[in-house]
């Protein structure tokens, strides 16, 4: 049985008054490079992100024949915006009371028009062909977005941010890498024990690459405290988990930072509902209605502008 998201009329037309159902979703980030919908955008140089995101939008309202809602989280100045674009190319911003609510139903819908795990692989094919930034950013924005949907703690924004940690390393960003798997294996502990020890493995394994002193005694306390709350716990680790929780001491008990004896007394560092889940994630502020780059009068677009 087939369906249309898009709500028809008597003459199984779509109502053009009617409220969006699908919301689309654009990420920015921070080097300008940008995303539609988990498709990277050939920027030509000279083009402004509003514009191509406005024009990738607009071309999806066409098609439908109806309104459009989208959501662009803009990491190069730190904002999301809530966006209505129609048919006609004419688009506004909205404030976050006028967007319609998320809802079981309408994440579901958003998914099943553009699958998450249809992103992934798009994410591995660009890093099969060692495109690392285009991939890296796949991935960010995908993160990005199901961690505003689902929250940072939802089964597929960890895989999501995951995948962001890998390609991190894969570029040599170690500290990156390592705040990304750290805040993944920091949840899992949280969440599930018994899939915590790989991740705290891969936060180690990025960790272990670091440089900078202040960095690895920090990131390295965080580490230790995983590891020896893993072992409190009674979960069960690999020989090579083992020795990776062994390094961890010694390193830290090598470096000029001192390093406090635990205690039998003392709570794990990693506990449920303890410390910021994400604290990397920079805060979004939301953006007021009528924002103006992202505002356009009908008829207008990149193409008819120049």
Known sequence: MTYSLTPRNEGNLPALSA???IRLDAYVAEDGSTVVNGHLLEMGGTRPPNEAILDAIAMFARTLGA????TVIDRSVLQVARLRVHPDGSSRTIADEEDLPPGRERT???EEAFPPLARVE???QHAQRGELHAASVLASALREHLTLRRGAEDEL???ARAIEAYLAY?????MLSTVLALTVARIRCRTDLNRAAPEVARATAAWQRLTDDGQVATRGQELLHMWEHLTAEGVPLEPAQQAMARAVRSRLERSSHSLPAPTPSSPPAVTAGQGPVAPEDT???PTRRGLRRFTRRAGRSAESQS
């Open 283 to 285: 805060p979004l502020s």
């Open 170 to 174: 894969q570029r040599g960003d170690y």
């Open 19 to 21: 409220p969006p159902l």
């Open 157 to 159: 924004s960890l895989e």
């Open 108 to 110: 579901a819908a958003e």
């Open 122 to 124: 798009r994410i591995i």
């Open 67 to 70: 309104p459009v809602a989208a």
